[in-house]
Structure formats: structure tokens, C-alpha cells
């Protein structure tokens, strides 16, 4: 079969995409008959850039409803938490935040909870939200986020709790209107689940078989954001690197970075997040080649323990993974190389996880997120012995990021009266204007706020561990 009807096969079609819309239309007219003015959608997401992403096409859809999206969620009419499961105290901040909405629930009839995302589409726990939180309107999963207009006209018009998890491997929803959180950084998911199963992992059971978008349309996405003034783009998927990997796809990540490269204009383009087994050279070597492609790279590499890899099912080794390490530095020596790491996988001894503070210092990573392991329900990893107290791994962690503080402040001092191009993004805590180099490190420095937005160059005064402090050089 070739690759175009593979797509078609798995996408939303388009007549279910203009049902939806016809839904849309009907909710808007319910809507202004309820309320006097516009209604105000409080929409908050959880977890990664891919469920960021998820949540501005949420956005989009609810404004096309008639809604008007605050960032407050006091005298909301409709609140949406769209979820994570990823680790157990993502999951206990759910639960806690929307057991907090039951009294506004109950004086104001009209309100809509919402809850979606990957936390929903386990079916214990929409479980537990119907026995637990009687008060929730409607519950749907990660496959069927293009189905909300359908289900809060259900949930208006039957005044029945919506409740919608189907199982299926996933789809892939096109023609979904976005709202943007930013006006100069955006995000383009090019892929959506994973087919990895690494045994500690939530993701390939929450979030379907991996499936790749059509290049073509991923392309005319970045030209229509760069013709609109878009500074970066971010390429989102679980495992870029395996990106188009079917046969006759004629298109890999490498390939469609290139593709993006070409695009005329004056942006960075940036991807998370790759996975060690599938980054080749010829990544590496087009990442070096690409002048718009940002040189930083996240690359999890989870334990540095090869009994531990392989425990995880991560299809690498410690020596592989720094292999790739050395290959990259040595084709890119300026690049700045992020990670995670998972502390305490079961059975993981002291002695092994000595294995992984022994990678970092070999490693040089510019920062990284650490994680204490928590068992999934579902996964492999949940069902093996896991002797190590959580207070132990705790001490683990904190020997961890004690190592790695060292080595950040290390590769940001020698940073210091070097000139980078950075992005404007924000104002800081400090009231500093707050901007990124190339290598997603974060550098603060005093400007007008009309910077924002733009690239501006910025020499290096100061490093304060994992930030730089710094003055524009122009
Ligand atoms: N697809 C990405 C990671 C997605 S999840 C990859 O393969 O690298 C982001 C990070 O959460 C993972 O890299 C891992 O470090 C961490 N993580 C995932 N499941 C976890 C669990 N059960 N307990 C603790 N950390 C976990
Ligand atoms: Fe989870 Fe592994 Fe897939 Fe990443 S590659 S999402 S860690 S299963
Ligand atoms: Fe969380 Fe789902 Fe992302 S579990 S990390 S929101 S894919």
C-alpha cells in the first residue's frame, strides 16, 4: 500500500472533520443563548510539548465555540484539564485540582469540567473520576480530541455526563484551527505515540502505535508560520528520530529537516526528543549542515548502566550512547547536549546507579531532567520487585544533581564574554528581558521589553550555574 493511502487510512476523514464542525456551530448558538456575553474557557495542560500542542488545538476549537480563553480559572464557565501520566505526582495534581472545582461547580449549573489527555485514557482512572468525582461533564481520551465540539453539545443538550475512551491505535487529526500561546514560537507535532515500550513507560499505552505526518503538510505548516512572522519552530514526536520510517516513506527525519531548512526566512529550528537507538550519523550530519537548526540536542539516556538499558528495553548501550556522544561534539563542537535520567528503575543497585553518575561526568550535558522511577500500572516495570526505598533513591537523586551542578557551571562559565545570537522570549522574575542561545540555554539581561520576539545578540557577563546573565551587544 503506499505511504498516502497509509495516511488517509489513519487520519480523521475529512466528512467527520465538517460533522464536527456542523457541532461546533450548534454549541455557538447554545452558547449565546445561555450567556450574555462571551463564556470564558480556563484551559490547563499537563506534561509534555506534545500535549502543549494538543492544548492549543483544544484552544483553537473552544474559541471557534464562541469562547473566550482566560488564564484565571476564577468565574470560569468551562474549565479543561488536559492531563499527564507519566509519573504518579503528575496524576496526584490532577486528582487534587479537580476535586478543588466541586464547589464552583455546584454554583454555577452551567460550568463545564472537561478532562482529557493521556491521564484519561487509562480506563482505572476514568474510573475512578466517575465514582470519585461525580461532578466532571465529560472525560475523553488521547485519540479523539477532534471530537470536542461533539461532546459538549451532547453534554448541553442531554445534561449527561460524556464519557469517551475508545481504544484504538490512533488517529491522526488534520484541519484542527490552533490558537497559538505564543506569537513568535511555535510548536509542529510531525508524529504522535510510540512503538518503543521501554518497561517503565506510560506513553505507547496512553498514546497509540507511532504514526508520522505527511511531510508535505508539516512543510506548508512552517511556511505559513514563518510567512508569519514565526521566530522558532519546535518539531515535536516521542521518537523524531524514527520519524517516516516506513518503507517507501521517501521521507526521514534527516531528510525532513532539510526540506524545512530550505524554507526562506529568519528562524531556528529545534526537535524534541530523540532516542539514542534511532539518531544516526546522517542526523548528526545534517543537524551540523543545517544553519537554521538549532545545535542542541535532548537526548534521554536514562541510566548509564548497560543490566539497567536492558531492563528498560531502551535498545542501547552506555558505550553506543557515547559513541554517539563523541560523533556528534566532533562534527558539532559547539552543541549542547540535554538529557533524562531515571533514578532507582527496579532492581537498579547502588553500584549501578554509580554507573550513571559516571556517564554524566563523561557526558557533559549542558542540564538535565531528573527523574525518581514510579511505577505505571500496566507497564512491565510495575511488576517487577523493586526493593529500593523511595527515601534511598532520594539520596541517589540528590548525589546526582550535585555531580551534574558542577559540570553545568563548568559549561557556563566558559561561556562567559562570548557573544550568542538568542531569542527575546520573556521579562524575567528580575524584570530582566529572558532570551535562549542556540544550545537552549537560558540567558537573562537588561533591554526594553520591545525586544521580545526577536534575535538580538548578547555578550556573556555572567554565569550563574544553569543560566547566564549577560548584556546586548549591539
Ligand atoms: N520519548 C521520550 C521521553 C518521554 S517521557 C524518550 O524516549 O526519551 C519524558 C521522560 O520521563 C523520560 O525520558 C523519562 O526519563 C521519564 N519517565 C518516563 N516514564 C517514567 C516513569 N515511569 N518514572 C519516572 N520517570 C519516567
Ligand atoms: Fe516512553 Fe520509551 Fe516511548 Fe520515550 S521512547 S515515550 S520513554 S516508551
Ligand atoms: Fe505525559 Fe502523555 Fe506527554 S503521559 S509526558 S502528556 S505523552
Not at 365 to 372: A, G, L, N, P, R
Not at 453 to 467: A, D, H, N, P, Q
Request: with cysteine.
Amino acid at each position: 500500500m503506499s505511504v498516502v493511502s497509509d495516511i488517509k487510512k489513519i487520519s480523521v476523514s475529512h466528512e467527520e472533520a465538517l460533522k464536527q464542525n456542523e457541532y461546533k456551530q450548534l454549541v455557538r448558538s447554545l452558547v449565546e443563548s445561555k450567556f450574555d456575553s462571551a463564556p470564558k474557557a480556563f484551559v490547563h495542560t499537563y506534561g509534555c510539548q506534545g500535549n502543549v500542542a494538543d492544548g492549543e488545538r483544544l484552544k483553537g476549537m473552544l474559541e471557534e465555540m464562541g469562547y473566550s480563553l482566560v488564564e484565571e480559572l476564577e468565574n470560569a464557565d468551562l474549565i479543561l484539564y488536559n492531563t499527564c501520566a507519566i509519573r504518579e505526582h503528575a496524576e496526584d495534581r490532577v486528582f487534587g485540582n479537580v476535586g478543588a472545582l466541586k464547589k464552583m461547580k455546584y454554583e454555577n449549573r452551567d460550568m463545564k469540567i472537561i478532562l482529557c489527555g493521556c491521564m484519561m485514557q487509562q480506563q482505572h482512572i476514568a474510573d475512578k473520576i466517575r465514582a470519585s468525582y461525580p461532578f466532571v461533564d465529560i472525560v475523553f481520551g488521547t485519540h479523539v480530541i477532534h471530537k470536542l465540539p461533539e461532546f459538549l453539545y451532547r453534554s448541553f443538550a442531554t445534561g449527561k455526563k460524556v464519557y469517551e475512551l475508545p481504544d484504538n491505535d490512533g488517529v491522526i487529526a488534520e484541519e484542527l484551527p490552533v490558537h497559538r500561546d505564543s506569537e513568535f514560537k511555535a510548536w509542529i507535532p510531525i508524529m504522535y505515540g510510540c512503538n518503543n515500550f521501554c518497561t517503565y513507560c506510560i506513553v505507547p499505552y496512553v498514546r497509540g502505535r507511532e504514526r508520522s505526518r505527511d511531510p508535505e503538510t508539516i512543510v506548508n505548516e512552517a511556511k505559513e508560520l514563518v510567512a508569519n512572522g514565526y521566530k522558532e519552530i519546535t518539531l515535536l514526536g516521542q521518537n523524531v528520530n524514527s520519524y517516516g520510517k516506513y518503507p517507501d516513506y521517501g521521507c526521514n527525519f534527516a531528510a525532513l529537516l532539510r526540506r524545512l531548512n530550505d524554507i526562506d526566512g529568519d528562524f531556528t529550528i529545534r526537535f524534541m526528543t530523540s532516542h539514542p537507538k534511532d539518531c544516526t550519523s546522517e542526523l548528526l550530519d545534517t543537524m551540523a549542515e543545517c544553519e537554521k537548526v538549532a545545535k542542541h540536542l535532548h537526548l534521554p539516556f536514562q541510566s548509564g548502566n548497560n543490566r539497567v538499558l536492558n531492563d528498560m528495553n531502551r535498545r542501547y548501550t552506555r558505550e553506543k550512547y557515547l559513541e554517539l556522544l563523541n560523533y556528534a561534539y566532533s562534527v558539532m563542537p559547539e552543541l549542547s547536549v540535554t538529557s533524562d535520567v531515571i533514578v532507582g528503575f527496579p532492581g537498579e543497585t547502588y553500584e549501578e546507579f554509580l554507573d550513571t553518575v559516571s556517564l554524566i561526568k563523561e557526558a557533559k550535558f549542558t542540564s538535565m531532567y531528573t527523574f525518581i522511577y514510579s511505577a505505571r500500572e500496566g507497564t512491565k516495570a510495575a511488576k517487577m520487585p523493586d526493593p529500593i526505598s523511595k527515601e534511598e533513591k532520594g539520596k541517589w537523586l540528590r548525589e546526582l544533581i550535585e555531580v551534574q551542578e558542577v559540570i553545568a557551571a563548568e559549561r557556563t562559565a566558559s561561556m562567559v564574554r562570548k557573544t550568542f545570537r538568542v531569542l527575546c522570549e520573556s521579562i524575567s522574575k528580575s524584570g530582566l528581558i529572558e532570551g535562549r542561545t542556540s544550545g537552549n540555554i537560558i540567558i537573562e539581561f537588561p533591554a526594553d521589553a520591545s525586544v521580545i520576539g526577536s534575535f538580538r545578540k548578547v555578550r556573556v557577563t555572567e554565569s550563574l550555574t544553569w543560566i547566564l546573565r549577560g548584556e546586548l551587544a549591539e
